[in-house]
């Protein structure tokens, strides 16, 4: 049974770059001592044996604490589950691989995120079948230098709107800041994506850590 996909919170999505010297599995190592429940590796310049071996040392530091998936790369998902490590699913942009051929080469156990911008996008996911996609990524929320060719920035209000009409969980995505989490999680949010709130930081689990207390702070019930 793959896990649930209902409240995310913190979600690091990686940047070689940005990481820097520390490099990608320490900083990953750091975010999730410090509170991220989900990794996603994005390595877009790394053939399918990097990408295992970097799953490999990822999922090895995680140690089943917090989801590992990959960017786009399906083919790697695959090839590392042959190869017993854990990696839980994949995260697809809307010109990736079909998320109903990723459900069918990963199976009914595995997290499928999927990239959905405007409502078009989230009116095709709610005409899959049901368990297809687990969680959409809905941004920018801000425009952000980690993705330059990222859609039209959003704020708050926008992802309220999108959020709202998603037949999945969403995950706010792009230029997310700490004093953004709280009125994203109101906003409807399952999660916070970060990618230089995290990777550019000099202390990454400090970054971490601060990142998951306002999420947690901003629960409904609190």
Not at 163 to 176: L, M
Not at 188 to 194: E, L, Q, T, Y
Request: glycine fraction near 10%; include cysteine.
């Amino acid at each position: 049974m793959r896990p649930s996909s209902e409240s995310l919170g913190l979600y690091l999505v990686t940047d070689a770059a940005l990481c820097g010297a520390r490099g990608i599995v320490r900083t990953v190592e750091l975010a999730v001592e410090g509170g991220a429940r989900v990794v996603q590796l994005r390595e877009k310049h790394a053939d399918l044996a990097e990408h295992v071996r970097l799953l490999e040392r990822l999922a090895r530091v995680i140690d089943a604490r917090a989801l590992l998936l990959v960017n786009d790369r399906v083919d790697a998902a695959v090839a590392a589950r042959e190869q017993g490590i854990r990696v839980d699913g994949v995260h697809l942009g809307q010109g990736d691989e079909d998320v109903r051929r990723a459900r069918e080469l990963l199976g009914p156990d595995a997290v499928i995120g999927l990239s959905a911008n405007t409502s078009a996008h989230l009116d095709a996911v709610a005409a899959l079948p049901e368990g297809t996609v687990d969680h959409v990524g809905i941004g920018a929320i801000r425009a952000t230098a980690t993705k330059a060719d990222h859609p039209p920035a959003l704020g708050v209000e926008g992802f309220a709107l999108l959020a709202a009409a998603s037949p999945v969980p969403s995950v706010a995505i792009g230029g997310i800041t700490t004093a953004d989490v709280p009125a994203l999680r109101r906003a409807g949010a399952s999660g916070c994506a970060v990618v230089s709130a995290v990777c550019a930081a000099d202390d990454p689990l400090r970054a971490s850590r601060v990142l998951s207390a306002a999420w947690t702070e901003a629960a409904p019930d609190r």
